[in-house]
């Protein structure tokens, strides 16, 4: 199971969801899907149509970017991080 | 149980629930809510009370909130909010509106949405989308948006929305087809043809009192009634500082009497005229027009109002209330008559909808 990390503003939409939650998948998709059953609707946040990423969510592997195609180890560390802007 | 007044202030960061005192000039605050997400535009669900709340984040994309106990606790999906992987992205809810046991969404790019679910899951009204004149829809300057929905009070099958810079559709068989109800209505944008069928901005359409015939819209290029359900538009912009603004709110037991907030003009800085803020009201279906700052700053107050941010209760006598885009929000227990500030320094104002709950 990979060990995803989640940012304060997407845990803060779903109350009672921990900022580290462990998922099985072998890509981000894969991942964020299976996160989505644990967490109804947490897909939606975090992927537009295309499928792709939302514009401003960055994934990071084990350290490096990543999109929803990215291989994830099993024991992969999964960053999901907010870009930084706004205003 | 005592009677409580609500408003429900949508901002670009986040959403405030006001209640009031029971003359509807004290005012508590509540807020931000919905986690500070930009809120375009908030109601009240009739029969189960629950708030709504439409809008996007930058980061996370659109949703439709909702709360269930009075904005303490909040839900949001967007399932089925999408025009598909093949379609474009949908950053922002711009209206969402109760009507027959059904919840519709308005987003950006324009599109209409409904949920039979209470907003679980939504579904795309492809009907408007596929009309034949969406090629050729243009955005305006805050995007191809749609922003109106108003639906018949007793039809069910019937519904009109409007899109900038696109104009007024109606339906008449629940959402499958869609004609556009823009005759009359100008367009000085254009070189050479002022009123073609499709292209006019309107800003803002409501529905009057006596409903299912009667609108009102507030438009870039003007103010407009109609008395056949917008197959023909008349102008009833004379009287008026200045043919442009956004927000129109609609008496909800005299069909000819409307507020609306003139701004300057729209290359002027599209602030009040003369920085003097004020609200016009017709009590003749825009034979004359009455203007109202009694209350409100009438110097150096260079305040602007979008199209969302104005509305009126259902009392006796009416309670009208706008926000500005500088974050002022004022209300007015008699009918437009005088104001006085429900709110100050909120973030920029975005829409505001009032709601008396038992």
Known sequence: MATVHLPRSLVALFPGTERRVDAAGTTVAEIIAALDTQVPGLRNRLVDAGPVLRRHINVYVDGEPADLSTPVRPTAAVHIIPAVSGG | ?358
């Open chain 2, 1 to 358: 149980m005592a009677t409580r007044n609500l408003l429900l202030v949508g901002t670009r960061k986040g959403a405030f629930i006001l209640e009031g005192d029971a003359k509807r000039s004290k005012w508590n605050l509540r807020g931000p809510l919905c986690e500070g997400w930009p809120i375009h535009d908030m109601t009240i669900e009739p029969g189960s009370g629950a708030i709504l709340a439409a809008g996007g984040n930058e980061w996370y994309g659109p949703a439709v909130w909702r709360s269930e106990d009075l904005g303490e606790t909040w839900t949001h999906s967007s399932e089925g909010l999408t025009y598909g992987d093949d379609g474009a992205n949908i950053p922002t809810v711009w209206n969402v509106t109760a009507a027959h046991g059904s919840l519709y969404a308005g987003v950006e790019p324009a599109g209409l949405f409904r949920s039979d679910d209470r907003g679980a899951t939504w579904t795309h009204v492809e009907g408007l989308t596929n009309h034949p004149t969406r090629p050729e829809w243009q955005p305006g300057a805050g995007g191809l948006c749609l922003h109106s929905i108003v639906p018949h009070p007793t039809d069910p099958k019937r519904m009109w929305v409007g899109i900038s810079a696109v104009g007024a559709f109606e339906t008449k068989d629940g959402g499958t087809t869609w004609e556009t109800r823009n005759k009359g209505v100008r367009a000085d944008f254009y070189p050479e043809n002022k009123y073609p069928e499709f292209g006019q901005c309107v800003h803002k359409l409501v529905m009057a009192a006596d409903g299912g015939e009667h609108l009102y819209q507030q438009n870039h290029c003007g103010v407009y009634r109609s008395s056949d359900g917008g197959r023909q538009w008349e102008e009833i912009t004379p009287g008026l500082p200045s043919q442009f603004g956004f927000p129109m709110a609609a008496h909800p037991r005299d069909p000819n009497t409307v507020w609306t907030i003139p701004l300057n003009g729209d290359d002027q800085g599209r602030y009040v005229p003369d920085g003097k803020p004020a609200v016009w009201r017709t009590n003749d279906a825009g034979g004359t027009w009455i203007r109202s700052g009694e209350g409100l700053p009438q110097k150096d107050a260079y305040v602007g109002v979008l199209r969302e941010a104005m509305t009126a209760d259902a009392l006796d006598p009416v309670g009208v209330y706008f926000g500005t885009s500088t974050g002022q929000l004022y209300g007015s227990a008699d009918e437009g008559k005088s104001w006085r500030i429900a709110a100050d320094n909120l973030p920029a104002i975005w829409s505001v909808e009032a709601a008396v709950i038992d």
